[in-house]
């Protein structure tokens, strides 16, 4: 079968441009990687086919350039651009530009990134589309007063989130009307620096549920299949740090009722591409929250127990093919786990660039390490902290966790300080290896 393009351009950096990378040439297809001054030495741009300068290392004049991008790719030959995650993976407006330009754009239509990516506009949808949804404002708090008499219909505690957005910036809980002041002009505020819209909505705060979301992915011939679901649940502040699939909660009955459920509300959208439906679970209901039109960072563990490449589905649905396999087709074997390894003090959290000297990589059966690291690279201060994503598989959830820790202790990072450590501790916690945890485990144990 012929390649589904000829040339992919990627904005992007790190591990993810370097995954794109890999799937493209594995399906025939060149690469171009648009990088910043600061990646210029990057695993990426040494792989790739070719490589662009964007710009200098501030997001703003290089992956968040969308002249300079689109520049770049029309010059570079490119028929496709993959946005990858984070910088302009759910921007519309470039999604749109890209289009206009008569370059494909691997990703949902600029429509669906629109309305999704506004939480508000997105849980009407979800509603409508027959999914629970958490009880809340139905649109952006318009007056503290406004917000007073909603906390107090409600009860307390409630969560004022950012309807732009999303990774915990602009997000407050309120336990009491004395707090709620106070929390709405922060959540304000951090929404406006963090997405360029400070609009704010409230929903009722669950005191213990668990982070479960659903891949699904669908073409543009009316197929749309789920891949089961993740389980996020272990996270700093609202930061997700260890995945898994499937979540050690949910039976079988369970996972085919929640997906299909998920399935056939975003097929009702008449959505393309992947897409991640996230929900907040809690004594046995799950209530959306919100749905990511783009690849996850965490998508390796639904990689890992179905067998399905989803970078490789994604780029073929963006050029029209169909998908290459049926809900019918997708089995789940074994279980998976993510650590997500951050460039970062262990105690302090703060982010630790930096040049490697020495590094190696763990391997072994049930082993994969997605990272852009080399000995001798340098770490630039620019950008997130991730550098690496390192993910076992087992024939159950046991075993993952035991070549999880074996693999935490053969990996060598030498040069920075990282967050290996801090995974040690967490993965011999017996609270978390009998999967007794919730959103809140987290803080209240290690953060209090």
């Known amino acids: 079968m012929a390649a589904p393009f000829e040339k992919v351009f990627i904005p992007n950096r790190g591990e993810i441009a370097l995954r794109i990378l890999r799937a493209c040439k594995e399906m025939g297809i060149a690469t171009i990687v648009g990088h910043s001054s600061a990646d210029t030495n990057s695993m990426a741009t040494r792989l790739a086919d070719e490589s662009v300068c964007l710009g200098p290392p ?6 968040l350039n969308i002249p300079a991008i689109l520049t770049a790719a029309r010059l570079a030959g490119a028929d496709a651009i993959h946005p990858g995650i984070g910088f302009l993976a759910e921007n519309a407006d470039f999604a749109r530009i890209v289009k206009e330009h008569e370059i494909a754009f691997i990703g949902p239509e600029p429509e669906q990134i629109q309305a999704l990516g506004d939480k508000i506009t997105a849980k009407r949808i979800a ?24 906390a107090k ?27 709620l002041e106070r929390a709405l002009a922060m959540a304000k505020q951090e929404a406006g620096a963090a997405f360029g819209n400070d609009s704010v909505y409230m929903e009722k705060f669950l005191g ?3 982070h479960i979301e659903v891949q699904i992915i669908a073409d543009k011939h009316g197929k749309i299949a789920h891949l089961g679901e993740r389980e996020c649940s272990i996270q700093r502040r609202h930061q997700k740090l260890i995945e898994e699939a499937p979540s050690p909660v ?11 459920q998920t399935a056939k509300a975003v097929a009702s959208l008449g959505y393309v591409g992947v897409g991640t439906v996230e929900f907040l679970y809690d004594q046995d209901t799950a209530y959306f929250i919100e749905m990511n039109t783009r690849l996850q960072v965490e998508h390796t563990v639904t990689e890992m127990i179905t067998g399905i490449d989803l970078v490789a589905e994604q780029i073929r649905v963006a050029a029209g093919y169909p998908l290459s396999f049926d809900q019918s087709d997708v089995r789940f074997t074994g279980h998976a786990i993510e650590c997500r390894i951050n460039a970062e003090d262990p105690h302090t959290m703060m982010p630790s660039p930096g040049t490697i000297k020495n590094y190696h990589a763990p391997g072994g059966f049930g082993v994969r390490f997605d990272s852009h690291l080399y000995s001798s690279y340098t770490i630039p201060p620019y950008y997130d902290s991730l550098i690496g994503k390192l993910i076992t598989h087992g024939h159950d ?3 993952a966790i035991e070549r999880m ?15 290996l450590e801090f995974y040690h501790t967490l993965l011999a916690d017996e609270e978390f290896l009998s999967a007794d945890f919730d959103v809140n485990w987290y803080a209240k144990k290690y953060m209090s």
Do not use: F, W
Not at 127 to 150: C, N, Y
Not at 157 to 176: E, H
Not at 250 to 260: H, I, N
């Open 208 to 210: 213990h549920p668990r």
């Open 58 to 63: 501030p997001p703003t004049q290089s992956y």
């Open 153 to 179: 219909s409600m009860g307390y505690p409630v969560l004022i989130k950012a309807t732009a957005g999303g990774g915990g910036r602009g997000m407050q809980i309120v336990n009491s009307p004395d707090d």
């Open 405 to 419: 820790q074996r693999a935490l202790a053969e990996c060598v990072i030498d040069g920075i300080a990282t967050n």
């Open 397 to 399: 959830r046991a075993q």
């Open 250 to 260: 949910l039976t079988p009955e369970d996972r085919k009722k929640l997906g299909e």
């Open 127 to 150: 509603h409508e589309a027959g999914l629970t949804t958490v009880p809340g404002s139905k649109d952006p708090l318009k007056s503290e007063a406004e917000a007073a008499d909603l």
